[in-house]
């Protein structure tokens, strides 16, 4: 499975943009990259996936280059209730459901 | 439609001591995941079932820990005994196969607190 890097921690404001950038070298033919939100005292939460180009729904927009090897997840406009962590995730999903790799994650701070 | 559920949403147990995590999925998930949350780390794959097997229990520290689907619906994850570093949110989450995202739906966790 491939293992993911992301940033430790990010600060942001109201309102603004933010992007979380994702690494993932390794990754697979057959891999797809998810992203999970998670609040705390909750489970995960699943936000977008994608193989690859853009991606987009009602909350985010997932950008994959050509390559694969990285990912950028970004948040539109965020609010002070989007501080959480983000997980990128990627693995492939058949049989046997999704095999994938929880990393550390990354903690947004949204301020007022 | 209702979610994952989980019981108890919190347990506090002395080392040495058994304690049992339940997990209803969503219905007609097929596959069912238990992870380990640490406080400030991500969540670790424990245990993964498909229907009534185990896909994948490689991380599963079996001398202590035991899991088990019966009919492919709920499950029971054990721990006996219990060990100060297995204090963390035990999150249970389903699957439904075919699904085009893969998307994994979790349970609020299970926090037990090992003295």
């Known amino acids: 499975l491939a293992k993911t890097t992301q940033p430790i921690s990010m600060d942001s404001y109201e309102g603004q943009e933010v992007n979380i950038t994702c690494s993932h070298n390794?990754?697979?033919?057959?891999?797809?990259i998810t992203w999970y939100q998670q609040f705390p005292s909750q489970g995960p939460r699943f936000i977008i996936q994608g193989y690859k180009t853009k991606v987009t729904n009602e909350v985010a927009s997932l950008f994959i280059p050509a390559d694969r090897k990285s990912s950028t997840l970004s948040l539109p406009r965020v609010s002070l209730s989007d501080t959480a962590v983000y997980y990128c995730l990627v693995g492939d999903f058949n049989t046997g459901g999704f095999k994938t790799i929880f990393g550390a994650g990354t903690r947004l701070f949204v301020k007022a | 439609e209702a979610g994952v559920a989980q019981s108890p949403r919190y347990k506090i147990i002395e080392k040495r001591q058994s304690v049992a995590f339940w997990c209803n999925p969503i219905?007609?998930?097929?596959?069912l995941y238990w992870y380990q949350q640490i406080l400030g780390q991500g969540p670790k794959l424990l245990i993964q079932f498909q229907n009534n097997g185990v896909v994948d229990d490689s991380q599963l520290p079996k001398d202590r820990f035991s899991a088990e689907r019966l009919k492919g619906v709920d499950s029971t994850l054990k721990i006996q005994p219990a060990k100060l570093e297995d204090s963390a949110v035990y999150l249970c989450?389903?699957?439904?196969?075919?699904?085009?995202?893969?998307?994994?739906?979790f349970g609020e966790g299970s926090r037990l607190t090992v003295l």
């Open positions: 989450a389903s699957s439904q196969e075919g699904l085009a995202t893969g998307e994994l739906f």
């Open positions: 390794n990754i697979a033919t057959n891999d797809y």
């Open positions: 219905s007609g998930h097929a596959t």
